[in-house]
């Protein structure tokens, strides 16, 4: 699957350039979250093997998947807006409805929205310049470590002592600063962190968050705030997904294949 996420996201740089000057009405950005039958949903296909951006320019990826059979599901159909990451929970009820972009569940994001029940359990990885001694948690002291913004993969690190963090909006543009040297690590999760990993496999190691103590987290689907009737919904929709293999069938296309 990594090499097949690779060559899609090679190609799509193709197809992007096929398109441009094509009229691509399902591209139309939403200005204000749609009611009724349509369900729109935020992402930033950027995020491997999660979301990213397929071989027809548009998001495919694990939680694309979901989300369209869960949209089945509840009998609405499914609008993805791309958009940046951090962006994301903040544009709950306005821009977008609900979110979907292997996002963890954090307490100070649920100040501001609800989440369904969890779909993945995650971690952090580190990457690192092929070679690197940064073995453990106590190497990450004082390095220069790149991010993307407003992930958990920058908070941990905004907690790391001596740590200077660069933040990107793209996790790939923080490994690509890896390369050149310009960073001596990424803390980024650890399915994305090994589709970079497979990338560039001469240059980057991948080391396991077990190493430096990081915590299991948990990707929800975010939600607005209080909306206990979508909640219910949604939740009912994942818990059938599972029951009838689908999850499992989505889980082996995009993550273990
Ligand atoms: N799981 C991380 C978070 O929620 C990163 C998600 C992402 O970059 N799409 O912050």
């Known amino acids: 699957m990594k090499k097949k996420i690779i060559s899609v996201v090679l190609a799509s740089l193709l197809t992007v350039a096929a398109l441009a000057g094509c009229g691509n009405s399902t591209a139309a950005p939403a200005e204000t979250a749609s009611t009724g039958e349509t369900l729109v949903v935020g992402t930033n296909a950027a995020f491997p093997p999660f979301e990213y951006v397929g071989d027809d320019g548009q998001p495919d990826g694990f939680d694309m998947a979901l989300i369209k059979a ?98 990107y909006n793209k996790a790939i543009d923080a490994v690509n600063d890896l390369i050149n040297g310009r960073v001596d690590c990424v803390i980024v999760d650890k399915n994305p962190a090994e589709v970079f990993g497979a990338q560039y496999s001469d240059k980057v190691d991948v080391l396991p968050g077990t190493s430096f103590d990081f915590e299991p987290e948990f990707y929800a689907i975010a939600l607005p705030k209080g909306n206990t009737d979508l909640a219910n919904k949604i939740n009912a929709a994942i818990q059938e997904l599972k029951a009838d293999g689908t999850y499992d069938s989505l889980v082996k296309q995009y993550i273990e294949e």
């Open 70 to 167: 869960i949209g089945a599901k509840i009998g609405m159909e499914v609008q993805i807006q791309d958009m940046e990451f951090d962006s994301l929970v903040s544009s709950i009820g306005s821009k977008i409805d609900v979110a979907i972009a292997g996002m963890t569940v954090t307490e100070e994001r649920q100040k501001t929205v609800d989440f369904s029940e969890s779909y993945y359990e995650a971690v952090q990885a580190v990457v690192v310049p092929k070679g690197s001694a940064i073995a453990a948690a106590d190497d990450l002291k004082n390095l220069n470590i790149g991010v993307q913004l407003g992930t958990t993969g920058e908070f941990i690190a905004d907690e790391i002592e001596g740590a200077n963090v660069s933040a």
